[in-house]
């Protein structure tokens, strides 16, 4: 299965970490795998190589996650952009976890 948690602040979204395989299908052919790992990178690179934030971005193969946290001190603009951009993830995970309730969890922490 996989688990996405979201950590707050608060009412201000500051990373996440999605971890596990979900298990639908072999892998390569796991649609579920593929929406969670599509929409990270998507955000991932929204964050990072558009918007020019660095955040930290930790890739752990051993036991199949990856980390994304939030810079501390951002300006207006980049904080309401990335906090767009983290909700509707969340939003996105919450709808395949409605879809897909044995393979893949949404928590909030």
């Known amino acids: 299965m996989t688990t996405a948690t979201f950590h707050t602040e608060g ?3 500051t990373g996440f970490t999605v ?3 979900s298990g639908y299908a072999p892998e390569g ?3 579920v795998c593929a929406a ?3 929409a990270v990178r998507l955000v991932e690179c ?3 190589d558009v918007l020019g934030l660095e955040a930290s971005v930790k890739v752990r193969q051993k036991d199949a996650s990856i980390t994304l946290k939030l810079p501390a ?3 207006q603009t980049s904080e309401s952009t990335c906090q767009t951009l ?3 993830l969340m939003v996105h995970f919450v709808q395949l976890a409605e879809e897909y ?3 893949i969890t949404v928590m909030e922490v």
């Open 29 to 31: 052919e796991d649609i």
């Open 101 to 103: 309730p044995d393979f």
């Open 11 to 13: 009412r201000r979204i």
């Open 19 to 21: 971890q596990g395989h």
């Open 86 to 88: 983290l909700a509707a």
């Open 36 to 38: 969670v790992t599509s």
């Open 46 to 48: 929204a964050v990072n």
């Open 73 to 75: 001190h951002l300006g």
